[in-house]
Structure formats: structure tokens, C-alpha cells
């Protein structure tokens, strides 16, 4: 249990977990879809997943490691099961460890709207991701947070945007302080790409090889 938060976590490597019943619910068919939440120290990775995840808005995360959640979400009418993880920063690695690289199907790359530095990390961790994925296409999502700072803001939306266009991904500009709704349908978009791009990969095996992905 995570102190700060109140949320049952599952450990980091994602074996056992004692979930809150409320965080029960029926899988989908198409298995776990697992998302990272990824990004610099401080632009408010734990404050955007404990937002989605309980609907409030702490402050102060207590967070010394990585954190794990299981949770569903509605797409389409469709109850999709999937495990959040937020990310916690060592050394500078924006929480892109190999480890968290291979695991997760799908990745939410935040920056701060008052960092610049957090949003030129976004290349880098976006080169990453491609390197490690060697997948062609990687589900992720472009996120600048903290939009009510505007009075000490260093990135434009138009620079968010773009950068987006450039990683062929979608882009939203949210306050996980201020805007549950921003931040809830920026889960879902990712997730809903996720979940289409898991559908697509596992038709074209069955359809050429005859083989359904686990
Ligand atoms: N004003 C404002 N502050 C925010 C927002 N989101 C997060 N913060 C604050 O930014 C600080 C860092 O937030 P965290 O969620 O801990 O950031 P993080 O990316 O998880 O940080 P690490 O765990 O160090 O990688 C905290 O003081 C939050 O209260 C936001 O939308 N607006």
C-alpha cells in the first residue's frame, strides 16, 4: 500500500498483488495491457496516475520506486484490464529502464509545461523506446502537464504539438492538479491505442501464421 496515495499497488516486478476489491474487475479478452508513465523527475508522473486512478490530487507522493496499479478502464463499451506503471526516476533516466522499456506495451511520455528540459528529454526517450521496442510502430502519447502554471510556463502547446506530429503520436496539454477530465481522457486515448494496436498484431498473426499472441 502506498502511504501517500492510499493505492494498492502490485510489486514492481508485477508478480502477486493484493489489490483494493474495487480494483477487481473482469478482463478483457484481449489480455493485460500495460502502459508507462515516463518522463523527468518532478513533472508529475505519480500526480497524473494517482489522479486517473483515484480521481484526487495530493501534492506530495511519497515514492522512492517504481509503483505499480491494476485498473480497468471503459473503451468502446469494452471493460479493458490494465496495469499503470509510474515511473520513478534513478540517475537521470527519466524512468526508462530496460526493464520498464520491454515490459510495457504502451508508453505516456510527460514533460512539465514550466520545464524546458523536460520536454528536449522527450527525444531522447522516445529514441529509446524505438530502439528497444525495434517494433516499427510503439504506442505512446506526447502529455505536458502543469498547464495552470501559465505564468511560468517554458513550452509553448504549439511546441507539444509538434513535437507529437513528429513522433507520429497524440498530444495533450493537462493539469493534474486542476483538470480530471483532461487527464482521464489522456489515460484513455493512450490506452485505446494500446488496445487497438494489441487487436491489429493479433489478427495479422492469426491471419498469416495462424497463431493467436498471448
Ligand atoms: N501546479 C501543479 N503542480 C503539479 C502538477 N502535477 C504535479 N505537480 C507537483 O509537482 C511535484 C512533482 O510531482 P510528482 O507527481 O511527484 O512528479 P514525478 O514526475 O512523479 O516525480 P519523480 O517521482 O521524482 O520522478 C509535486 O509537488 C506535485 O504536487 C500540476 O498539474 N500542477
Not at 166 to 176: H, L, M, T
Amino acid at each position: 500500500m502506498n502511504s501517500s496515495t492510499g493505492l494498492a499497488e502490485t510489486s514492481p516486478t508485477g508478480s502477486g498483488s493484493t489489490l483494493r476489491p474495487y480494483l477487481r474487475r473482469k478482463k478483457s479478452s484481449l489480455g493485460e495491457t500495460k502502459i508507462a508513465v515516463v518522463g523527468a523527475s518532478g513533472v508529475g508522473k505519480s500526480a497524473l496516475a494517482v489522479r486517473f486512478l483515484t480521481k484526487r490530487f495530493i501534492g506530495e507522493y511519497d515514492q522512492s520506486n517504481d509503483a505499480k496499479y491494476k485498473c480497468t478502464t471503459n473503451i468502446d463499451g469494452e471493460t479493458v484490464a490494465f496495469e499503470l506503471l509510474d515511473t520513478r526516476c534513478n540517475n537521470d533516466d527519466n524512468g526508462t529502464r530496460d526493464d520498464v522499456l520491454r515490459w510495457a506495451d504502451g508508453f505516456m511520455l510527460v514533460y512539465s509545461v514550466t520545464s524546458r528540459k523536460s520536454f528536449d528529454a522527450l527525444t531522447e526517450i522516445q529514441k529509446k523506446i524505438e530502439e528497444t521496442k525495434k517494433a516499427g510502430h510503439v504506442p505512446i502519447s506526447v502529455v505536458g502537464n502543469k498547464s495552470d502554471l501559465a505564468h511560468i510556463r517554458q513550452v509553448t502547446q504549439d511546441e507539444g504539438s509538434k513535437l507529437a506530429t513528429e513522433f507520429g503520436c497524440s498530444f495533450q496539454e493537462v493539469s493534474a492538479s486542476e483538470d480530471v477530465v483532461a487527464v482521464t481522457e489522456a489515460f484513455h486515448v493512450l490506452c485505446k491505442e494500446v488496445v487497438e494496436f494489441k487487436r491489429r498484431s493479433r489478427t495479422f498473426l492469426d491471419r498469416v501464421f495462424g497463431l493467436k499472441k498471448s
